[in-house]
C-alpha cells in the first residue's frame, strides 16, 4: 500500500526540489561562461550589466525591507536574505564598476559574471537542504490551514455518517413497529 504524503512533506519536497533545479542550472550556466562554452558579447554584458545593477539593488532593498518590517519577518526566512545580501552588493559594485570604466578586458566579464551565477547557486543549493528541513514560515502557515480544512471536512464526514446511522436506526424501528 502507498504511503500517503501530508500536505508540509509536499510542499516542503515542492519547493526544495525548485531551489534545488535552480541551483543545479544556474551551477551549469556558470561552469559554461567560465569555460567560455558560451561566449558573451559586448552588448550582453551592457544588458547584464544593467539588469543585474536593479537585481542587486532589490536585493538590498529586500533585505533592508525584510529588517525593518515585523509583518514581512513573519513570512520571510532571514537566512535566504542575509545569503543573498553579499551577491546584491557584488552586483551593484561590479555593475557600477563596469558601466563607468568600460573595460575592454574580457577577463572581467569571464570571471565576473560567472562568480555572481555561481553564489546563486551555492545558495539555492544551501536553502534547498536547509529548506526541507526548517521550511519557511509561508510554508509552515500554508500546512496549518491546510490541517484545519482537513479536520473540517472530517468532522463533516464524520456528521454525516451520524445522521446516516441515525436514519438507518429510525428506519428499523418504523419496520418493527410496523
Not at 532589490?58 to 537566512?79: E, G, N
Request: charged letters at 25%; proline letters at 3%.
Amino acid at each position: 500500500m502507498k504511503k500517503k504524503l501530508d500536505f508540509l512533506t509536499k510542499a516542503k519536497l515542492i519547493y526544495s526540489g525548485e531551489l534545488l533545479i535552480f541551483a543545479i542550472a544556474f551551477l551549469i550556466i556558470a561552469i559554461l561562461e567560465f569555460t567560455q562554452v558560451i561566449k558573451i558579447n559586448e552588448t550582453h554584458h551592457t544588458f547584464f550589466n544593467w539588469l543585474t545593477l536593479f537585481g542587486g539593488t532589490w536585493l538590498i532593498a529586500d533585505f533592508l525591507w525584510a529588517l525593518f518590517s515585523k509583518k514581512r519577518q513573519k513570512k520571510v526566512a532571514m537566512l535566504d536574505k542575509v545569503l543573498h545580501l553579499p551577491l546584491g552588493i557584488y552586483l551593484v559594485s561590479f555593475d557600477l564598476f563596469c558601466l563607468i570604466t568600460q573595460p575592454t578586458n574580457q577577463l572581467i566579464y569571464q570571471y565576473g559574471i560567472p562568480i555572481a551565477i555561481g553564489f546563486i547557486s551555492i545558495c539555492y543549493g544551501f536553502e534547498a537542504i536547509y529548506h526541507f528541513f526548517k521550511p519557511i514560515p509561508v510554508v509552515l502557515e500554508m500546512a496549518e490551514e491546510e490541517e484545519k480544512e482537513a479536520l473540517k471536512k472530517l468532522e463533516e464526514q464524520q456528521t454525516e455518517e451520524i445522521i446516516v446511522e441515525e436514519k438507518g436506526k429510525d428506519a428499523e424501528q418504523d419496520v418493527k413497529n410496523d
